[in-house]
């Protein structure tokens, strides 16, 4: 196992009836902004909900943060803030408002030239704001960890950053909001998650028995209740269980003592940053492609994984490899979650692209062993193009 430091200090309310312990998570000296998204608080009745919680605080409000959110966006409420000294940020709903407003409470103190260089030269926070979530999605993990993924529209740049400053306070975490959402997203925040647990666990082995059996304990859970939230999002104990997946994956659990890989991430952002592809169809497209050509360098982790996840023990290992393979993606694909670019319309113009964008941006070795060249992203791609 590798050396580590494990600190995670956000409060989890989770549940049905919780929302009325907010009150004792924010002062009354603190004035709030609620974030949120397009309108889905409206519609699945929190907003009425918080809004009756916090009737004795000041409130001020920020809608219209959009699903892959942007600086732009985030910029116009940092500047809200700042003129009405706003001094707590609550985020209401999925990844995308969390994300900016841990990206918001973090430009409100920045003192350089442009908060954007948080991201793109990765500057130190030296402060951020305080924050709280309600959310309203299970996919992301955002509600408990210190990450941050952010657009900027105008030079289709999706890039990420993490600082302990972006920890919320608090995080309810509410699966019966989450039973409104579109079956659409249900697959994505399953598929999300998952992958989230596989950049964690299949890399190579380091003696790390605990962290895989963790890992492989969330993967049997999403293939028990996915299917079964994803046919019926309304299905409480389905979501409330897929809403603990998604947090456990990547709240820094499963990450201590062992590699991280993040490079179906890091090449799956660029298809969205691209083509707006949603987040974790990106995930969907990339990995199959990343496990067939890495398939030696990971091979230990993808026999491990076959034979616990799927029950995959009989034939050689090349066929045990390949029938994971083919496995995972019938999974992926059970929840209408397509897995080739062709079936996104993106094509060999894109893969010279996003080459040459990673290249530009000294991207050239990354993944758990620093094996993902430009060379292998252009292979992946190429695996997943028809
Ligand atoms: O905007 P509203 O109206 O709220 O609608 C949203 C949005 O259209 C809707 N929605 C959310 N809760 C709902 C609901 N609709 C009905 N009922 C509800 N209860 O769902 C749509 C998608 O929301 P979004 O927040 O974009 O989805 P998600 O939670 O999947 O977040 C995706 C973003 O998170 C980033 C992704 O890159 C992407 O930008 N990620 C963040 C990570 C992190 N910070 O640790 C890790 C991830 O790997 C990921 O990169
Ligand atoms: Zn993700």
Not at 263 to 268: A, E, R, T, Y
Not at 307 to 317: A, H, L, Q
Not at 335 to 351: A, N
Request: aromatic share 10%; hydrophobic share 40%; net charge neutral.
């Amino acid at each position: 196992m590798k050396d580590f430091e494990f600190y995670n200090p956000v409060r989890i309310f989770f549940g049905k009836d919780q929302l009325d312990k907010i009150k004792s998570q924010i002062s009354r000296e603190e004035k709030v902004l609620i974030l949120y998204g397009s309108g889905s608080i409206f519609r699945n009745g929190i907003y009425n909900n918080i809004k009756e919680e916090l009737k004795d605080y000041e409130i001020f409000e920020f809608g219209g943060i959009e699903p892959n959110p942007s600086y732009e966006t985030a910029m116009k409420a940092v500047k809200i803030i700042k003129e009405n000294k706003i001094n707590f940020l609550l985020a209401v709903g999925g990844g995308s408002v969390i994300d900016a407003t841990k990206f918001i409470a973090a430009a409100v103190f920045y003192d350089g030239v442009d908060p954007w260089n948080i991201l793109l030269k990765g500057e130190t926070v030296k402060k951020s704001m305080p924050l709280g979530v309600i959310l309203t999605l299970p996919a992301t993990g955002t509600e408990m960890n210190m990450n941050s993924v952010m657009t900027r529209k105008s030079t289709q740049d999706k890039l990420a950053f993490s600082t302990p400053f972006s920890y919320p306070r608090f995080s309810f975490l509410l699966p019966e909001a989450a039973g409104s959402l579109p079956k659409r997203q249900v697959a994505n925040g399953i598929v999300d998650a998952f992958v989230h647990v596989i950049e964690q666990y299949l890399t190579y082995p380091v003696n790390a028995p605990l962290q895989d059996r963790f890992a492989e304990a969330i993967l049997l859970t999403l293939i028990e209740e996915g299917p079964k939230v994803y046919s019926n999002p309304a299905d409480y104990d389905a979501m409330a269980n897929l809403m603990w997946c998604a947090t456990m994956a990547l709240n820094g659990l499963i990450q201590c003592g062992v590699p991280g890989d993040w490079s179906v991430h890091s090449i799956g952002h660029e298809l969205t940053a691209l083509h707006d592809i949603d987040h974790a169809r990106t995930l969907a497209i990339v990995l199959p492609g990343l496990w067939t050509v890495l398939k030696n360098e990971k091979r230990e982790k993808l026999l491990q994984y076959g034979e616990r996840v799927w029950k995959i023990s009989g034939g050689t290992e090349d066929e045990r490899i390949t029938k994971t393979i083919d496995k995972t993606v019938e999974f992926f694909e059970s929840l209408d979650i397509k897995t080739r670019l062709s079936d996104y319309g993106v094509k060999q113009d894109t893969i010279d692209k996003i080459v040459s964008r990673l290249e530009n941006r000294g991207m050239i070795l990354f993944g758990d062993r620093q094996l993902v060249t430009p060379v292998i992203v252009r292979k992946i791609l190429e695996c997943q193009k028809n």
